[in-house]
């Protein structure tokens, strides 16, 4: 046993000061969201701030807990704390509680639990468990197969409650794997693929066709000596057409209308700032409202005064935008860009492989949630309903991503004692 | 390469796009700062108070009463339960969803009205209830109330503005209530005052949530300015009673001052017609009425020919232009005669009438001759005509009086070019256009007109012109079109004699029967020929004759003759006004109950039966 006097010693204090700022930024941001002149002490638990503090409180507590425990803990306890997180989402079925139409819930009297924001970092730890151990590869095909079932099982259990935008983050272990060694093709595959998708929508497939055929002969004219290369692009071609094909026929004999309107409002297509496209609409108003330097903390009038829906989780960023301004979202923006950097340079510190993995698989999940749920504010992606870390109101999410982020602090301050 | 830098990409590229994103809708796009304005402030009009308006003796006649136009705004409306809503609202089912229409057709976020002018007593009824339906929220109105069920063509009515009316008025909004007729139309601008405005901040479910910018832009409403108008409710519901089953019209007038004391038109409507969510049927009802015509202000906007009571300005003319002494004398038989024009006269004399007779006994002889005598007494009966024209416009007939009622006509006084378009330049001369010496033929009067006629000859000479505002907000008129004399043509020394003729009707002429004891009466009767059916009942008359307090013309349509029903109903009146009550009390009574439906319905079926046998020639 250490003693206590080191135990904070090996800390990324960088960090844990990010943490921090964040979680405080988030609460400061909730208390303006939910201000009104009747409730204004901070600890008025009927209040959302109130409670947030408590859930800052008791993560502190976390945090700890985390500090004092064992650093291989985490390592030896990875698969266990996987299928613990499974069977969790799996018991939602039968004992989980519905709210806001999703079936994502333990309640417990008052107090409620969703356990999907624990299965990230249980997926991160079983990730990189399985990736650090000797002899899995990256290269085989084998290995790859047993990664993404780690990844997508959760996902796979989340997406029928239905939480789409939940199950949605497993996608970015895919940049962990990229890290690993997967190919950078896959990466570029994919975004090729979400490219394709977004112009499939945008334009007629007869113009899109043309487009891909116009491309196609252009390469087959510069590898016209490669018959091997010249296949490939047909073959890719002709992938692509069926890509498009399909997405054309999901789009218009698939999905529902509500689905389809919010694809098309994002795209421009349909402008109806009344209809289904209102809380982008409401969310911009907000956040351009604030101007330069912002209307001021707590004198944001379209968040005080419930314009914005889900204001205090999904929506925070509107608060940060309408009461801070241009200048106050910068910050906020780049406070997120340094913890991603930090938490990069850190891993990549790492001795241990496990760690590493550990440690891209935190920046992901971080840079995911941070990425859909800032995009959807400012009108860049859909509404998909994901919570921004450590400033959202709510328990879970907050734990979740503590529980995230202070593993990887505890393993990074254990990294000299792996040899 | 290190597969990290691949991240560092990823985390700079997206901050960059967030941060130009940001950039844009936050500092390039300002609209964004306007629709969140929107979002938030409502923009309220508080009313102020209507002005009231009161009679001559401080009576009040017309006041406000609350009421409250439901409003919507359609984006806020979530489902509800139509038929409960319906119920409390009472409407139909069709109605809601018909309003609903109209109200996403016009804006889903401004507020339209849902549904208008309900009373106080409905709305407190409800108002608890209604807050539990989101998007529909009360707007306090202010309605007309009347005291009196009297004076209806006078006060006016108001109602919303139309679209046209908003074109021209940009300070108006839909749904502002606007003067219609009457001293509303005419005194709008005193009576409206200014709507304030308050801007508050509402929640998303649009709940006050307080003043924007503790309210810094609202304005107070600046309440309308009280009236107090010339006419004597009293007199005026007292004409109104009188002429109850007759059709025509009352308009009587203070010479001193101008002010009109009675404007009363027959067959007239309540006012309170007018109120409420009835008003636009009501309206309509009385708007198709093509018999009865109570909307038609008979008294400002009907034309007859002045008949008798013209005779005496003819003879105030020929005093002026010479042609006329006091001691001119005619003698009538049974009629004017002139080649093979006649114009017959029952007057019943044969022998010498000066002219003081003349007027008493109405001799139709003696004014042809007086008119003949005053065209011809210049080198061409051109320069006579156009003479004799001016002078009788000096009396304020056949132009626009100018006064302050938004409606009126001009009459008609013909002159030379009249009778030259008429007969070709040499085709006339004075005898052609004899039948205006005794008020008929071409010439047309107003009932106010014709009023104002007989005050001119009360004052001696000159005329205010009538008006029927007499107090703002406590402070007397002061525009000189109404301060100011309008002097005839006529020097006032003619007029003496004039006015010992009209009392002598009174006395031992056409008007005897409607002698006062107590009360010196001038006047002079009048039948007005009517092509179309039964003769028209005419008076004027004016007392007391050395300080007139009040001039009168009436006009009972095809009331036979002056006397029979014009001239006791003028004698009520002036005793009405200047004793305050009424000693006669058969011919009152007689008055009171006389109609002259029959009369009506006969003319009715007259015409009916020509359509028929048009229809049946056919
Ligand atoms: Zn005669």
Redesign the pocket.
Same mark, same amino acid.
């Given at each position: 046993m250490r003693s206590n006097g080191s135990l904070f010693q090996n800390i990324d204090w960088i960090l844990v000061f990010l943490y921090f700022a964040l979680a405080l930024l988030g609460w400061l941001n909730i208390y303006a969201a939910v201000y009104n002149e009747e409730f204004s002490s901070i600890f008025d638990m009927s209040q959302k701030y109130g409670k947030q503090l408590l859930w800052i409180g008791t993560s502190v507590v976390i945090i700890l807990v985390i500090m004092f425990a064992d650093a291989t803990l985490f390592q030896t306890l990875a698969f266990p704390i996987y299928i613990i997180s499974i069977l969790s989402l799996l018991g939602l079925f039968v004992f989980g509680k519905e709210i806001a139409g999703a079936q994502s819930w333990y309640a417990f009297g008052s107090f409620s639990l969703q356990p999907s924001e624990f299965a990230k970092f249980a997926t991160a730890l079983a990730t990189a468990k399985y990736l650090s151990t000797k002899g899995v590869s990256m290269n085989s095909w084998k290995d790859r197969f047993v990664a993404l079932i780690i990844v997508f099982l959760p996902a796979a259990i989340i997406i029928p409650q239905p939480d789409p935008g939940s199950a949605l983050v497993y996608s970015a272990f895919f940049l962990v794997f990229y890290r690993e060694g997967l190919s950078g093709n896959y990466i570029f595959a994919g975004f090729a693929l979400v490219i394709l998708f977004i112009l499939s929508l945008l334009i007629s497939p007869l113009y899109l066709f043309l487009f891909i055929a116009a491309i196609a002969g252009i390469f087959i004219f510069l590898y016209r000596r490669s018959r091997g290369a010249i296949v490939r692009i047909i073959a890719l071609t002709l992938l692509s057409v069926g890509f498009i094909q399909s997405v054309d026929y999901t789009f218009n004999n698939v999905l529902e209308d509500r689905h389809r309107n919010r694809i098309n409002i994002l795209l421009g297509k349909a402008h109806d700032p009344k209809g289904i496209g209102y809380n982008t609409a409401q969310s911009m108003i907000a956040i351009g409202s604030g101007g330069l330097t912002g209307k001021g903390y707590l004198e944001g009038t379209q968040t005080k005064f419930d314009f914005v829906p889900e204001q205090s989780t999904d929506f925070i960023f509107c608060t940060v935008g309408e009461e801070w301004g241009f200048v106050g979202s910068s910050v906020v923006v780049i406070l997120f860009v340094l913890l991603f950097f930090r938490i990069i340079i850190v891993a990549e510190r790492q001795k241990s492989a496990f760690s590493r993995i550990y440690g891209y698989s935190v920046a992901s999940i971080l840079f995911f949630h941070f990425a859909v749920n800032i995009a959807m504010t400012i009108g860049l992606a859909p509404v998909v309903g994901i919570p921004l870390p450590f400033f959202s109101y709510g328990g879970s999410s907050l734990w979740g991503f503590t529980l995230l982020l202070f593993i990887f602090i505890k393993l990074d301050s254990n990294r000299m004692e792996i040899l | 390469m290190e597969r990290k830098y691949l991240f560092y990409f990823f985390f700079i590229g997206l901050a960059l796009i967030f941060i130009a994103r940001l950039f844009y809708i936050q500092v390039i796009r300002t609209d964004f700062r306007l629709s969140a304005e929107n979002n938030v402030i409502r923009k309220e009009m508080v009313y102020p108070g209507r002005g009231l308006i009161f009679d001559r003796h401080g009576k009040l006649l017309v006041g406000n009463q609350s009421a409250y136009d439901i409003m919507v705004i359609p984006l806020q409306v979530e489902s509800l339960d139509t038929l409960e809503f319906c119920g409390l609202l009472g409407i139909t089912k069709e109605l809601f969803i018909s309003k609903m229409a109209e109200a996403k057709a016009y804006s889903y976020r401004k507020p339209s009205v849902f549904v208008k002018q309900m009373s106080k007593e409905h709305y407190i009824s409800l108002q608890e209830k209604l807050y539990s339906f989101k998007g529909f929220f009360p707007q306090k109105r202010i309605l007309r109330d009347y005291a009196y069920n009297s004076a209806a063509n006078v006060t006016g009515f108001i109602g919303e503005a139309s679209d046209r009316f908003l074109a021209d008025h940009p300070s108006y909004k839909k749904g502002d209530l606007v003067g219609i007729t009457g001293i509303e139309k005419s005194y709008e601008e005193v009576l409206r005052g200014r709507a304030g405005i308050q801007y508050k901040m509402v929640d998303v479910h649009n709940r006050v949530k307080g003043r924007f910018e503790d309210g810094k832009y609202d304005t107070l409403p600046d309440p309308g300015a009280d009236i107090i108008c010339s006419i004597d409710i009293d007199l005026q519901k007292y004409g109104e009673q009188l002429m109850n089953g007759k059709r025509g019209s009352v308009v009587a007038i203070e010479p001193s001052s101008g002010e009109i004391l009675a404007l009363v038109t027959s067959p007239s409507y309540n006012p309170e017609l007018m109120v409420g969510r009835e008003r636009t049927k009501n309206y309509g009802r009385l708007f198709v009425d093509s018999i009865e015509k109570p909307l038609y202000d008979r008294g400002l906007l009907a034309e007859y020919p002045p008949g008798s009571p013209f005779k005496v300005v003819n003879a105030l003319i020929g005093l002026q232009e010479g042609t006329l002494t006091p001691n001119t004398s005619y003698t $009538?038989h049974h009629g004017f005669h002139y080649g093979r024009l006649h114009v017959a $006269?029952h $007057?019943g004399?044969s022998y010498p009438l000066p002219l003081r007779t003349g007027i008493s006994k109405s001799? +139709? +002889?003696?004014f042809c001759t007086a008119f003949k005598g005053i065209i011809e007494n210049y080198p061409d009966a051109h320069q006579g005509m156009n003479a004799w024209s001016e002078h009788v416009k000096s009396f304020g007939l056949g132009k626009f009086l100018n006064n302050d009622l938004p409606t009126g006509r001009k009459g008609f006084v013909p002159d030379a070019d009249y009778y030259d378009r008429a007969f070709g330049y040499t085709g006339w001369k004075a005898v052609s256009a004899i039948s205006l010496g005794i008020g008929q033929g071409e010439l047309l009067v107003t009932p106010i007109q014709l009023a104002n006629m007989t005050a001119a000859i009360a004052n001696r000479g000159y005329y205010y012109t009538p008006h029927i505002l007499k107090k703002v907000n406590g402070q007397p008129v002061t525009d000189p079109n109404y301060t100011e004399p309008k002097h005839t043509t006529v020097d006032p020394k003619h007029f003496d004699i004039v006015i010992e003729g009209m009392f002598d009707a009174f006395e031992k002429g056409t008007a005897r029967g409607s002698r006062l004891e107590g009360i010196e009466m001038c006047g002079k009767t009048g039948t007005a020929e009517n092509p179309h059916g039964q003769d028209h009942s005419i008076f004027v008359a004016f007392a007391p004759k050395d300080d007139p307090k009040i001039a009168i013309a009436i006009i009972v349509e095809n009331g036979y003759w002056g006397s029979r029903w014009a001239a006791p109903i003028a004698s009520l009146m002036i005793e009405k006004y200047i004793n305050g009550e009424i000693t006669r009390e058969t011919l009152e009574k007689r008055m009171l109950d006389g109609t002259l439906k029959e009369e009506y319905q006969k003319q009715l079926d007259a015409v009916y039966d020509k359509k028929k046998l048009i229809a049946e020639n056919k």
């Open positions: - | $009538c $006269c $007057c004399t001799c +139709n +002889n003696y």
